[in-house]
């Protein structure tokens, strides 16, 4: 059996799914006022915010800002031309590997599919599907 409270219609059938219609959201109105709250930040955000936050730097030519992952680039190269084997290794590492690039390569079901639809351009009909 359902309750029927005492402000609502003899209509109107209360259950799951089917509050009361006083309790119901006001049009208009949301369900949720105050919004979800801000997403907490992960390692990576916080590290890349602090990276990225800018910094005074003195040098020869006077103060200016840069960011912080400047800041440390700069102080890595200068390490390196004092002679720290460290420093030196990482940027050299750093260097061939931005040069290597990954070569390209196929896989297998892909490269069967390639060389079925070369044949059929070899033989001379048209690709059945033409979309892109």
Do not use: W
């Amino acid at each position: 059996m359902t309750r029927k409270t005492k402000m609502q219609d003899a209509d109107y059938e209360v259950g799951y799914g089917k509050p009361p219609k006083a309790r119901q959201f006001k049009k208009g109105l949301s369900g949720n006022p105050r919004g979800r709250p801000p997403k907490s930040k992960n390692m990576n955000t916080l590290l890349d915010e602090e990276l990225d936050r800018l910094i005074t730097l003195r040098d020869g030519n006077g103060v200016r800002q840069i960011s912080t992952r400047e800041a440390i680039v700069k102080q890595m190269i200068q390490g390196a031309l004092k002679g720290d084997l460290r420093q030196l290794q990482f940027l050299f590492r750093h260097l061939k590997r931005r040069n290597d690039p990954e070569p390209f390569r196929v896989a297998a079901e892909d490269e069967a599919e390639l060389k079925a639809k070369l044949a059929r351009m070899m033989k001379g009909g048209a690709d059945e599907d033409q979309s892109v």
